[in-house]
């Protein structure tokens, strides 16, 4: 099924048999078993009864499936999934979502308390390493979103999990930093200092990046439901978990374009990436419910809208940001698109600048904004992948000799269970890197496959 995504994927350098078992892991992004090539995990959490699973595609070919060893339906596995390096041996590890899981007897009506499966690389592929859960669990939806950066700078990757129900707004538990096993985050954490309502969904997205250069993640926070000054507006915080700093985003923040206004989403998707080529991450925030037409319906719909925060030596502070809709790009805004439902970041031309593919559930299709080494996105060169589904993930591309890495586009549509690949072009400048007419159908599945893409 993944024999394209294997063709892809091969690096110019990596020759000879499609599986090395016995070769260690060399870092390779997204690379779980050590042969050198990136791997993608598909994500469908309604999948038999609600119990949900999560497929493997190896870049050489393999497709595995992951389950639960105990799966009770209405679980949801899958329901959020990330990549990092948690044990420092060379090979990429998974950390899966299920957001819906009970501890006891399911409640009916009620949200789940959640947990997090984990699933470390090794030669051989993934093997189940463990579970995370919280000591006293509620209602809380742990694991409806995960991050994984390196937060404390020790070279490992720490995984930061939401909990957006959790307690009075939501909260983010983070796990391995250094000294700590586990530390958990909210509004009221003392030197966040947050006004916390029950509804405002506090963690229901995630991202990791490092905003200012220093070698450290820092973590960016979404509460797409916070009433601020506006019901249901939005906010994004980034935190510093190891100098215990915050800093709160939202429409009305000096810099920041636009203005806030009821039920706008603000942080419903967040992606990370360096899209001016400073060495610096960026943050996009996504704005689905932003409304710019006529027909608006509160909470219902929105044309929607994507901000871009730029990081800078002192991080996103102060720093300069562009607000995106379709009035500046290709296509016609319409009430129910939801520009900006989802967002993935990855150099699909191979200048070493990011460019930023967005979601478009209303038009189910994903738009790629293009960018240039200067002065990051640009109005120039955009492309639409119409018709392949609306959830977008980069897939590290390989590296040919004396020149960057060329990421593959991936694209879902959990409605229909269909993901497709568009592989990036090498075309240095302001040039999205995907062609629309090369997209090839990855895979098929059931249970909203492809709700989630690592």
Same mark, same amino acid.
């Given at each position: ?6 063709? $892809? ?26 042969? @050198? ?7 469908? /959490? ?7 699973? +999560?497929? +493997? ?13 105990? /799966?009770? !339906?209405?679980?949801? #596995? ?12 060379? $090979? ?16 009916? @009506? ?31 939806? #742990? ?28 909260? %983010? %538990?983070?796990?391995?930093?250094? @000294? ?7 509004? *009221? ?21 490092? #905003? ?30 190891? *100098? ?9 923040? !000096? ?71 379709? *009035? ?19 150099? #699909? ?29 640009? *109005?120039?060169?955009?492309?639409? %992948? ?27 549509? /959990? ?40």
């Amino acid at each position: 099924m993944n024999a394209l995504l294997a063709a $892809c994927l091969v690096l110019p350098l990596a020759t000879g048999t499609a599986h090395a078992a016995a070769r260690p892991c060399d870092g390779t992004p997204s690379d779980f078993d050590g042969d @050198g090539r990136a791997d993608l995990v598909v994500a469908a /959490p309604y999948d038999d009864r609600r119990t949900g699973s +999560v497929t +493997v595609l190896y870049g050489d070919g393999r497709t595995v499936k992951l389950v639960q060893e105990e /799966p009770e !339906p209405g679980d949801a #596995f899958g329901s959020a999934l990330a990549v990092g390096e948690f044990d420092g041996d060379g $090979c990429a590890d998974l950390a899966v979502g299920v957001s819906e899981e009970f501890a006891g007897e399911r409640v009916p @009506g009620a949200d789940g308390n959640g947990a997090v499966e984990l699933f470390h690389g090794s030669p051989e592929g993934l093997r189940r390493e463990g579970r995370l859960t919280l000591p006293r669990p509620s209602s809380d939806r #742990f694991g409806a979103a995960l991050a994984a950066g390196d937060l404390d700078g020790d070279g490992d990757d720490e995984l930061a999990v939401g909990a957006p129900t959790r307690g009075r707004g939501g909260s %983010v %538990v983070v796990h391995w930093m250094k @000294g700590r096993d586990r530390q958990e985050i909210t509004q *009221r954490t003392r030197w966040v200092r947050q006004a916390a309502g029950v509804t405002d969904q506090w963690g229901a997205a995630l991202a990791a990046g490092d #905003f200012d250069g220093d070698g450290r993640d820092e973590l960016a926070v979404g509460a797409p439901a916070d009433t601020v000054t506006h019901d249901g507006q939005g906010s994004v915080t980034v935190l510093d978990p190891k *100098r215990r700093r915050s800093l709160t985003l939202t429409q009305s923040s !000096p810099g920041v374009k636009g203005a806030a206004e009821k039920w706008d989403g603000f942080g419903a998707a967040l992606a990370t990436g360096d899209l001016d080529a400073d060495g610096r991450d960026d943050l996009a925030v996504g704005v689905p419910g932003e409304g710019l037409s006529a027909r608006q319906r509160a909470m219902d719909y929105g044309d929607g809208a994507v901000h871009v925060v730029y990081g800078g030596r002192a991080g996103l502070r102060g720093a300069r940001s562009e607000m995106w809709t379709q *009035r500046l790009l290709k296509g016609e805004p319409r009430y129910y698109d939801r520009f900006g439902a989802a967002l993935a970041t990855g150099d #699909f031309n191979g200048d070493g600048d990011d460019e930023l593919a967005v979601g478009v559930p209303g038009e189910n299709a994903v738009q790629v904004l293009a960018a240039g080494r200067s002065g990051g996105l640009t *109005r120039r060169g955009d492309v639409v %992948v119409k018709g392949r589904g609306w959830v977008p993930a980069a897939v590290p591309g390989g590296r040919a000799p004396g020149k960057g890495r060329v990421d593959g586009l991936v694209v879902a549509d /959990p409605d229909q269970g269909v993901v497709s690949y568009v592989p990036g072009v090498r075309r240095p400048g302001p040039y999205a890197g995907v062609r629309p007419g090369t997209a090839r159908k990855l895979g098929t599945g059931s249970g909203l496959y492809g709700y989630a893409l690592a």
